[in-house]
């Protein structure tokens, strides 16, 4: 399953972070997806594929959407 993500969107992820947060920000897109805990601030990067697998839902950013004007 690939999972559609953009810059700013909130990633609820299956395992909850050591803080408890289970939603992450999307800070960056490529190979590797860069996350930071809504709970604690952190920011790590994962592999995309390892991203796919674990990630539950995806709430979109209002601000990133690139619908028709």
Known sequence: MIVQVAV???AQMRK?????S????????????GLQC???QRR???PRS???KQVKK???D???DTGPD
């Open 22 to 33: 289970s939603e992450w920000r999307v800070t960056r897109i490529g190979v590797d997806i």
């Open 50 to 52: 390892k991203f796919n």
């Open 58 to 60: 995806v709430v979109r």
């Open 44 to 46: 790590v990067l994962i």
């Open 38 to 40: 809504l709970g604690c």
């Open 8 to 10: 700013g969107d909130t």
């Open 62 to 64: 209002p601000a990133s």
């Open 16 to 20: 909850s972070h050591p803080c408890g």
